[in-house]
Every structure is written in C-alpha cells, then in structure tokens.
C-alpha cells in the first residue's frame, strides 16, 4: 500500500517535540524566495520564537574579512514588550511568514530597537588575546557563559551592551571557515540554558553557518558568470548598436537641421529606416538564442525538412551561382530534436556553405546513419575554409568573419544540437572547404 | 583663396561614408572616403592629406596594424581612431593615435577633435 503525504511546511504544531518544530521551521525559511539577510532575519526568528528554541534574543556578528562585527540584534527591547510580542505570536495560526515580517518591522524600528546597540562592536579574528564573544568563533566552539560579571574574557563593552550574566555563543561553522557567531539570552525570563537549548542552538548554528557559506558561493559564482557573459555582450552589443546609431543620429540631425531637399529627406528616412530594421534584427536573433529550448524533442523526417528547406524562395536567392547537391539514404532513421529549432540549425549552417562558396562552386548535404543510434546531416562546401588561427574560437559567441555577420550563427546551431542531445563537428581545410555536421539522436529502439 | 585641408575617410560600412563625407563637406573640407585599407594606402601614395579618420575592424586586414604602418609612413598627418568599440582604448596600438572617438549618434565629438587638431597643424606648419 502507499499513502500520499504532503509537505509539513505549513503546519504548526504546538505538541511537536522542539527538534521537529525548530526542523520545520528552518526548512521553511529554505523554500522561502528570500534574501541572505531575510533567511538570517528567520534563522533569528527560528532561535526566539515559541515554535523554535524559544530563547528570548538573538544577537548575530557576520565575519567580514578578518573580524566580526555586529549585524542583527532581534528580541523586544523591554520585559513589558516582551510580553506583548508573545501574546501576539503564540496566537493560534500565525505562522512563519507572519512572524518573520513582525520581527522585521521590528528591526528596522529605529527608536527602541536593539540592533544599533551593537553596530559597533567589532571583535579581529586574529587577535592573541582571548576574548568573549569571539573566542567562540576562533576555537569553533560553543560557549555558555554564566556569572559574566566576574568572567574576565568577557570583553567590557559587550558586557555593558548584552547586559546579562548569562549567554550562550554559538559559531556559525562551515565545512571551510567561520562564517559568524550568534548570542542568545534569556534576558526577560531569567531562565537558565539548559542542555536541550544547547543541543539545539548548536543545530541552528551549523544549519546557518553553511546556509551562509553556500549563498555566498553560489553569489560569487553567478557574479562571476554574469560578469563575464556581460563583458561579452558589452563589447558585441557595443558594435552591433553603435554603427546603426551613429547612422540614425547623424542623417537625424540633417532632417533636423538643414534646408534638404525632398529627395534627400527621403533618402535620409529611408537610410534610417533600414537601420532600425538592422537593430531589430540584432534583437530578434538574441532572442531567438534567449527562447530556445522549449518542450520536447520529437521525431524529425531530415529528407523531408531538407526538401523543405531547399524550396524556400530566399535560399534559392543565397544559392544564385552555386550548386546544390543533397544526397540522402533511402531508410534513414528519425532524427530527435526541436522541429523549428533543428531546421533553422540546419539552415545556418547552409546559409554558411552557400556564403564560403565561390560563384561556381558547389554545396553537398549529406544525410546518413551514423553509429551508436546517430543520424547526420552534412554539409560540404568548396570555399577558402576557415583560417587556422580562429578554428578553437568558432563557437564562441560574437566571433565572425564576415563583414555582416554577428557571429551567433554557430552558438546557435551549437545551443539546439546540445539540448536536443546531439553534437556538431566541423572539419575545414584551408583552401579546400569545410564540412559541418549536425549528428542527432535517433528515435529508435535498442 | 586658402585650399580646402583634405580629410581621408577609412570606413567600411558604405552609409557612413555616405554620412561623415556629407557632414564634413559641409564644415569646408575635402573628404575622400574608401572601405578598406588597402584602398587606403592607394589614396595616401597617390595625394597628400591633412588628416586620416580611420575605424579599427576593416575587411581583410588588421585596422590596428593598418593605422600603426600609415603613422610610420606619413608621420606628420594626425590620425583620428573612429571606431564602434571602446575597448580598444586598453590597446597600446591606439595609444599612438592622436584621438580616439567612439561612435555614436552625434558627429559633434568628431567634428570638434578634427578642427582642433587641423588648427594645430595649421599654426605648426
């Protein structure tokens, strides 16, 4: 028999032993789309609220650079508010999200709240001397302080700020560094941390700890990607847009300013004209690279979207002077892939022959069977071929050897050969002429 | 009457030519435009000028070798890189150049740095 069970996100349960409360508390903090320092807002809220470990505050340093500074401190400010708050959150269907956007109103109440109190705290990580609260996070250990009064590793400052004289330090530890430090009290209770809140604390302390370390890894890495991917574009947009513009602006500003003549006005819009039509074009191919893959690969008859292809009127425009031979198996298999996404692969890739082939010249496509339940589409051409020195580079986006080209074209035959789950290979002889070939799936059984 | 300065355009998209010989007759020049670079070197050896606006990506040749061996030869005419991309300014190459004017949708840049510089020339000679 199998029974259906939902995710327990949603759910509170009052009766629920501690663990599980905090356990279900912390993983909806996971789901929820928010930001490092909202997750860390809830992470506080896991630590303070009744349906978590239910200290009364929570004090979070984050490292920066070498040391640790004060970032967040989240608990009522007075005992009378304390209770209020309580009252409120112990209400019978207030949930996660609820309680998470009062403790945030909460923070970022200027008057009253506590966090200012401990901007300024900032303790080095390297420092010989050994002083509370970063000792906890050099030995990476937890640390229970009772009697702070009299406990001379307790750094001044932070006595006077925390006023209590008993605290918990929990390091927020990775598998790699510390990642910062959280402090909890029970400041308006006055109850004693007991093993259980320890235990538990701990728990919450290496769920943040490597929560922390993964955001911001993850935070590096795509700012490193993007950054990358935008210099590239920065530097293709730059040209694809510029000389279009500087066209449209210049042949503006004689509409705009001098006596022209109708002749020339028309020529002028014309000239414009055409060059919006240019910046669209650079536009609708981005897209189309953007929209691709979608839905699924389904089985291809290569012949007949060749035929097809081969009738199109502006093929036969590109094809003027050359000749087109296509040769086909009579059993060949289906191929798998995007239907549109695959024929227009296949057109680039013959545009590119028809263009690499001088007047006279000729453009073979082949299609065949291949091993290993492949079908191919070959294209041949006898132009100058593709000069060595670029040969490694002519899948990268933006890099083109025709006066007009964007260099797209291949990056694009590229994108839909990899998600339909095939491959492209090319094979140029300087001279002499190059052969792609677009090597799909088949659709056939073992 | 004082001779026309003589102005030669290396650019390869035809619309622009059409467009900077337009703008810079109109500013009292003589302007003579061609698409590449070796059509470039034809023009120099054949006449004089007394200034080259040059882009960087030309058909068939590097721009930037292009520009550096017109500076070796005539050595006294300012050369004003126009080009689509900004990034070439992180190349010594145009450093050599005597200006460095990114395209874009007014002429008024360019038409500026090609009076400074012909003025300059003009009190030099």
């Not at chain 1, 508010?81 to 109440?109: H, Q």
């Not at chain 1, 013959?350 to 065949?368: H, Y």
């Not at chain 1, 580079?393 to 035959?413: E, S």
């Not at chain 1, 792609?436 to 073992?446: A, K, M, N, P, S």
Request: glycine fraction near 10%; proline fraction near 5%; hydrophobic fraction near 40%.
């Amino acid at each position: 028999m199998i029974q259906r069970h939902q995710f327990p996100l949603q759910e509170y349960h009052p009766d629920a032993p501690r663990e599980v409360q905090l356990l279900s508390f912390i993983s909806q903090v996971f789901i929820q789309p928010f930001s490092l320092e909202d997750n860390l807002l809830a992470l506080l809220t896991a630590l303070t609220s009744g349906s978590g470990v239910g200290f009364n505050r929570a004090m979070l340093f984050l490292v920066e650079g070498r040391s640790l500074r004060g970032r967040l401190w989240l608990g009522p400010p007075t005992p009378e508010e304390a209770r209020s708050i309580w009252e409120v959150l112990s209400t019978p269907g207030i949930g996660f999200v609820e309680i998470v956007d009062y403790n945030r109103a909460l923070l970022e109440r200027r008057e009253g709240g506590l966090s200012h109190r401990i901007d300024r705290l900032n303790y080095g990580l390297d420092e010989t001397r050994d002083i509370i609260p970063s000792l906890a996070a050099r030995r990476r250990e937890i640390l229970h302080v009772r009697g702070a009064a009299d406990e001379p590793l307790v750094d001044g400052a932070f006595r006077d700020v925390i006023g209590v004289e008993e605290f918990l330090c929990i390091p927020l530890v990775s598998r790699e560094d510390v990642m910062g430090e959280i402090i909890v009290d029970n400041a308006f209770t006055g109850a004693a941390i007991q093993a259980p809140d320890i235990r538990l604390a701990g728990l919450c302390g290496l769920i943040a700890g490597n929560y922390i370390y993964t955001s911001l890894l993850l935070k590096k890495m795509v700012d490193m990607e993007k950054l990358a991917a935008l210099g590239e574009v920065g530097v293709f947009l730059a040209h694809q847009l510029r000389n279009p513009l500087t066209v449209i602006g210049g042949f503006t500003d004689q509409l705009l300013g001098d006596a022209l003549s109708e002749r020339k006005k028309k020529r002028n819009l014309n000239i414009i004209r055409k060059e919006i039509k240019r910046l669209e074009e650079v536009i609708n191919k981005i897209g189309r690279l953007s929209r691709l893959g979608g839905g699924p690969v389904v089985p291809l008859d290569l012949r007949r979207m060749i035929d097809g292809l081969l009738a199109l009127p502006a093929l036969g425009i590109k094809a003027r002077g050359r000749r087109i031979r296509f040769e086909c198996r009579p059993d060949l298999p289906e191929a798998l892939g995007h239907k549109l996404d695959a024929a227009e692969a296949v057109r680039n890739v013959l545009d590119n022959a028809l263009e690499a082939a001088p007047w006279g010249g000729e453009v073979v496509i082949r299609c065949a069977g291949g091993p290993d339940r492949t079908v191919s589409v070959s294209v041949t051409d006898n132009g100058p071929g593709i000069p060595p020195g670029i040969r490694d580079r002519i899948f990268a986006p933006f890099m083109t050897t025709k006066k007009k080209g964007m260099g797209l074209g291949l990056v694009y035959v590229k994108r839909v050969m990899d998600i339909a789950g095939g491959r492209v290979e090319i094979e140029s002889r300087e001279g002499q002429g190059t052969e792609v070939r677009l090597i799909f799936r088949t659709g056939g059984q073992d | 009457m004082k001779a026309k300065p003589r102005i030669l355009i290396v650019e390869d998209e035809r619309t622009l030519c059409l467009l900077y010989r337009e703008e810079l007759e109109k500013e009292g020049y003589e302007v003579t435009t061609v698409l590449d670079a070796a059509s470039a070197l034809e023009a120099l050896e054949k006449s004089d000028f007394d200034l080259i606006v040059s882009d960087i990506r030309l058909p068939g040749a590097n721009g930037l070798d292009f520009i550096r061996s017109v500076m070796e030869r005539w050595k006294t005419v300012p050369v004003i890189i126009n080009t689509a991309y900004e990034s070439y300014k992180q190349d010594f190459a145009t450093w050599a150049a005597d200006e460095y004017v990114v395209k874009s949708g007014s002429l008024e840049e360019l038409k500026k740095k090609i009076r400074a510089l012909l003025e300059k020339r003009h009190v030099a000679a």
